[in-house]
């Protein structure tokens, strides 16, 4: 050993003795030397630092409360207990946390680190790199402001802002966020990420692009793996030629299934058909639409909208072959046609549209009733074609000038003919009567017709009677106004239901459509606990958003508090 070696032996032991002997921070935050390599001094430069750089063996190695630094060269303030690392940093803490940079700032007191120049950062499931991150030891927490991308198994994850939360293993993303994915690509204003579940939650307007759907919302969670989630807040999914609109949806890829939950539109963008309720269900693989609570069907037809309403409405089958069911209750309505029944049954194949059980059919003011009523339309133009009244048809018109008499027509069937949507003929065949009240220009009543036949052909213009006629041995009078009153003025079976008379598209909701209670919605109005909620699901394996083999979809505690049943 030659005397400069001996020398420098020396100063490092006086140097090393001289760290051992100082008061340490309050806390016993004192950074350590673990190696120190090549020693020197810059006053000024580095006044009260002491500079280590590595040697021919090993890098400069410091430790601090259960992490250890490695880099090139070390400027170290003993007293202010903070240091300075120059090239090929990595920052170890514990068996998982690892960071890489070609700078970097510690102070051991605060327990922060600024690491710069081609930072990364990794936990072992993940890597994050970017230009400037700081690393909060005091908090376990890592960020960034100036842009930074995270790459884990399944995702590429960039954004401008962005916060590493190392306990619960959470990425919280802000400005500009963007995630890459072979099967979709999401952006967002913020996301919080999950490392281990790889579990997303949205907030601010965000986007989910997949091969076959869009979905945007402006809060909202999404399962990376499998792409299943829900979304609140304005939420909208483009899916299966279909948009879909409400408050609150869930969409799961694998059973090609999406819900949707209060003020629901649903968009059939092919066919232009709008549906609209405060629940519904769209099945992709069976083509199908489940709507309820306050459901309402509306289509356009010769440029007026048909409102069709029931307790449940189904719409199944691809275009072209649409079958719209509507259950219990079933009303519709538009400008010059409504009418009510148990049940409606429309199949777009063949135009017919069937009202099932006590129904009844408005024409202006025209009430028609039979057993069972179609309305047929035609395949070409979509416009209303023909009517079938199949047993017991019974055609009742209030008489507007007295008020107080009724104009009928009967028979077992009834077929009607419509012209530029409007009722023109209506011929009543087998055992037919009538009862038709005259009147001259003066509107004084000149008798009442009453008359009987095998059928009858009635010819509208404008909604009224123009003509009568009558085929094979009709039988019958007109009685004048005094022979009248000892006639029998009403046809057995009459039964006058004006008061049940659909005016208005509102007029097809009844009073508990009106007033339906809808769900409380969780998170709309007030911050989720997005930490304990994601605890929740992954302890939860009954939560149908945790356990992807499940065959249940229905969003539970995620959206919806136990107010009300969902159906």
């Known amino acids: 050993m030659n005397l400069k070696s001996i020398s420098f032996f020396i100063l490092a032991l006086f140097t090393f003795g001289a760290f051992a002997q100082e008061q340490q ?32 063996e090993r890098q400069v190695q410091f430790e601090h409360q259960g992490a250890d630094l490695w880099c090139d060269i070390a400027i170290f303030y003993a007293e202010e207990n903070r240091l300075k690392a120059i090239g090929n940093i990595r920052l170890q803490q514990g068996d998982s946390i690892e960071m890489n940079s070609g700078k970097m700032d510690y102070d051991g007191n605060s327990k922060l680190a600024k690491a710069w120049e081609k930072v990364d950062l990794t936990n072992g499931q993940m890597t994050l790199t970017t230009d400037t991150l700081y690393f909060d030891r005091e908090k376990q927490q890592a960020y960034y402001n100036s842009g930074g991308k995270v790459i884990d198994s399944a995702n590429v994850l960039t954004s401008i802002v ?10 919280q993303f802000q400005r500009k966020v963007h995630i890459d994915n072979p099967d979709y690509i999401i952006d967002s204003e913020q996301l919080d990420y999950y490392t281990t579940s790889k579990n997303a939650y949205m907030y601010g ?44 949806l869930y969409f799961d890829k694998a059973t090609e299934f999406a819900s949707a939950t209060n003020n629901i539109q649903i968009t059939d963008t092919i066919n232009n058909g709008v549906i609209r309720a405060h629940y519904a269900e769209v099945h992709k693989a ?19 909208s048909l409102y069709m309403h029931g307790d449940t409405l189904m719409v199944t089958g691809k275009e072209e072959e649409r079958v719209l069911r509507a259950f219990r209750n079933a009303k519709f309505y538009k400008t010059d046609l409504s009418g009510k029944c148990d049940s409606i049954h429309f199949e777009e194949k063949t135009g017919i549209t069937q009202l099932i059980t006590n129904p009844v059919l408005w024409n202006v003011d025209n009430q028609i009733t039979g057993d069972s009523i179609h309305l047929i339309s035609d395949l070409e133009t979509d416009k209303l074609d023909s009517l079938k009244v199949i047993e017991n048809a019974f055609i009742i018109s209030l008489d507007t000038i007295s008020g107080t008499e009724y104009n009928q027509a ?81 046809f057995k079976g009459f039964i006058w239901r004006g008061d049940e008379r659909i005016m208005s598209k509102e007029e097809i909701f009844d009073e508990d459509d009106n007033n339906i209670e809808l769900v409380k919605i969780r998170g709309i109005d007030n911050p989720i606990d997005i930490d304990a909620e994601e605890n929740e699901r992954q302890n939860n394996q009954n939560d149908p958003i945790n356990a992807p083999n499940t065959k249940a979809v229905k969003p539970k505690k995620p959206v919806l508090k136990k107010k009300e049943q969902t159906p």
Do not use: H
């Open 205 to 248: 307007p965000s986007t989910i692009t997949g091969e076959e759907y869009k979905i945007y919302c402006e809060r909202g969670f999404y399962d990376t793996t499998i792409e299943q989630g829900y979304g609140i807040k304005n939420t909208r999914i483009d899916y299966d030629n279909k948009i879909i609109e409400g408050d609150s």
């Open 25 to 56: 921070p309050e806390g016993g935050r004192q950074i350590n030397i673990v190696y120190g390599a090549n020693f020197t001094k810059d006053e000024a430069q580095f006044p009260g630092a002491s500079i280590f750089s590595k040697d021919d």
């Open 410 to 490: 009967k028979g077992i069937n009834l077929n009607g003919k419509f012209i530029e949507n409007e009722l023109k003929i209506i011929d009543l065949d087998k055992n037919t009567e009538l009862i038709y009240y005259i009147y001259n220009d003066d509107q004084e009543l000149i008798g009442v017709n009453k008359s009987k036949s095998s059928k009858i052909r009635l010819e509208m213009a404008n909604n009224d009677i123009e003509d009568i006629t009558f085929y094979v041995d009709p039988d019958g009078d007109i009685f004048p106004e005094d022979e009248w009153e000892q006639q029998s003025k009403k």
């Open 286 to 304: 069976k083509d199908s639409v489940f709507a309820t609570k306050r459901a309402v069907s509306i289509s356009l037809v010769q440029k007026d």
């Open 162 to 171: 962005g916060t590493y939360f190392m306990t619960p293993k959470k990425y």
